[in-house]
């Protein structure tokens, strides 16, 4: 799989050898809960929040006890985190939920994800892409991965709206209050973030010398004030995304996708050269559909059905089902092995049949069903890695770079919500009115994700919603929450979900210790995007706490192992007492976020 993070993987990878010398992490011990854990999960019973940036959280918190539904203060946190984490969202992009209703005891799923602009051709795409300059490890034949031609209309300020619209309480100008008091006056930028934002920045510096993207200085004007990118601790101020958030929190969803903020955006795709019309951005809306599941050990485990990935996450589950996990062990080669294998055959399906459901038909009744899984762990070999995906089980008939939070309000609604730029920051692009202000916020570079090849079930096409990785999770039991979860981190978001429901479920872990654990990261599989299929059985990369021994046990099965800080996501979740109401919430330690409740 294409990501930003693999161009500097070659810094951050550790060779078996190296790691071996390395001293023990010099780490304290806790008294209680799991040893791994970093700390006790947060409990709270009148609200909880879990945002991967602290600020973020308090604000959920805030709108909270100021009356607001865990739907507004959902949307506040991801407006402020738009501002402090532009590595990851922001208006330019798209966002997916999934809102469980104590009113109605059910789940609601939102997908609010643009779509490609309806005046380019497949054939147009393709010619203006073979003139585009390739860097890093942006293929030939797949979509740019930045400029124009990887930006789809964004769908986040569309889906706030409609999120607002049938489960917010407060007034939008009192919902996003907080993020543009914040942007007008400043925030001091987190440790991670501003790693991300200074390797972002510079990126986007190298594909403008390059002739990739068409203009880039919009992007250094918001996010490179005095010329570089804010440090940890520098206060950073977006002045102009403040006056923007005002539009639409006065305007309405309307003033940005037909008023005037519509019109800047059509104005300056034209000055660049991009195929986006004012017309796209008025014909853009966000749909409500029903989330999908499978029960895994008596759990049911919910995603929302494709575009997005989610459903891979259910297929892993499914297949590992047949395995006694818990008797394996974490410390069990056999137990990595199965899982890695199961993610191999699952990618398969992914690459193959996920895609837009309004132009692809996807059998999603067979990729979920248990005996599809039951013929897929037939073909794992407990003694060798396999090095293709599989791709050959047939169906019938079947033609960094994110945030993911989470908030829960005191009567008992829960949001599970994930919103991207996509890849880096995005596509490197930043709109203008045309009278020197800048829109304050930057394109996403999702279209990256469609296909070339036009039998493709992802394949471009005019008004098309591209396959999407973000995917906002759930789980339940007996009809009952008792979890709003998620795990941002491109491919590895299906590969992430399925391990923190095998180390609660299996394992008997806390939400807290269920995201500490150390995780695998399997690259290689065979992608949506196009490419060639894997043929190599790809990488699997793991974290330190995953000992020696298993690493060389599972090389002997020819998997390729590497130790390295990353991929590996970062998680958030909220946990609900069925009984008592209490919450308890986690917050992930790979990132800058955190907890809260009250």
Do not use: C
Not at 513 to 532: I, K, L, N, Q, V
């Amino acid at each position: 799989m294409k990501r930003l993070a693999g161009l500097a993987m070659g810094a951050l990878m550790l060779s078996t050898a190296s790691l071996a010398a390395e001293p023990l992490k010099d780490q304290g011990d806790r008294a209680s809960g799991a040893p791994h854990a970093t700390r006790s999960a947060v409990l709270g019973l009148n609200g909880m929040a879990a945002t991967s940036q602290p600020l973020a959280t308090q604000i959920a918190l805030d709108v909270l006890k100021q009356g607001g539904s865990a739907v507004d203060a959902a949307i506040a946190a991801n407006a402020a985190l738009g501002l402090m984490e532009p590595t990851g969202n922001g208006i330019g992009g798209d966002l997916f939920a999934i809102i469980w209703d104590p009113k109605t005891n059910r789940l609601h799923g939102l997908n609010a994800s643009g779509r490609a602009p309806s005046g380019q051709s497949l054939a147009q795409l393709k010619a203006r892409a073979a003139k585009v300059p390739r860097t890093g490890d942006d293929r030939d034949g797949t979509v740019p991965d930045w400029g124009a031609l990887s930006v789809t209309v964004p769908g986040a300020v569309d889906g706030w709206f409609e999120m607002h619209g049938k489960f917010g309480k407060l007034p939008m100008q009192r919902v996003l209050a907080p993020a543009i008091r914040y942007a007008q006056q400043g925030f001091p930028v987190s440790e991670l973030i501003a790693d991300g934002w200074k390797y972002g920045t510079a990126n986007f510096e190298k594909l403008a010398k390059a002739g990739v993207i068409e203009e880039i200085e919009n992007m250094r004007r918001v996010y490179m004030p005095g010329g570089t990118a804010p440090k940890e601790g520098e206060v950073f101020k977006n002045p102009d995304l403040a006056l923007t958030l005002i539009e639409i929190a006065e305007g309405g969803r309307d003033a940005f996708y037909k008023g005037s903020l519509a019109q800047a955006m059509d104005q300056y795709f034209g000055r660049i050269g991009a195929p986006h019309r004012l017309s796209d951005f008025a014909a853009h809306k966000s749909e409500w559909v029903d989330p999908v599941s499978v029960n895994y050990r008596g759990y049911d485990i919910w995603e929302l059905p494709p575009n997005g990935q989610g459903v891979a996450a259910l297929q892993i589950l499914n297949i590992l089902e047949g395995y006694d996990l818990k008797a394996m062990g974490r410390a069990s080669p056999d137990f990595w092995h199965v899982f890695v294998e199961a993610k191999k055959r699952a990618f398969a399906d992914r690459a193959r049949f996920y895609a837009d459901p309004a132009f692809a038909k996807i059998p999603l009744a067979a990729l979920l069903s248990k005996d599809r899984a039951a013929k897929q762990r037939a073909t794992i070999d407990m003694a060798q890695a396999s090095k293709t995906d599989m791709p050959g089980l047939a169906i019938e008939g079947a033609g960094k770079d994110t945030i993911y939070m989470t908030v829960a309000d005191k009567d008992g609604m829960m949001v599970s919500l994930i919103q991207s730029n996509y890849r880096g920051m995005g596509s490197g692009l930043v709109p203008d009115d045309g009278n020197g202000r800048t829109l304050g916020f930057m394109f996403q570079d999702r279209g990256a994700q469609f296909n070339l090849d036009a039998k493709h079930a992802n394949a471009y096409t005019p008004g098309k919603r591209p396959f999407h990785t973000i995917i906002p999770a759930f789980l339940t039991k007996a009809g009952k929450p008792l979890m709003s979860f998620g795990l941002m981190g491109g491919a590895m978001q299906p590969q992430g979900h399925a391990q923190i429901v095998v180390n609660m479920i299996d394992f008997g872990m806390g939400v807290q210790a269920a995201g500490d654990a150390a995780r695998f990261h399997h690259d290689g599989s065979t992608d949506p995007e196009g490419g060639a299929p894997m043929t190599d059985g790809g990488v699997l990369e793991i974290e330190s706490g995953v000992p020696q021994s298993v690493a060389e046990a599972l090389r002997t099965r020819g998997h390729t192992v590497r130790y390295t800080t990353g991929p590996f996501g970062g998680y958030q979740a909220i946990w609900r007492d069925p009984d008592t109401g209490v919450y308890r919430g986690a917050s992930e330690m790979r990132k800058d976020g955190q907890a809260a409740g009250y």
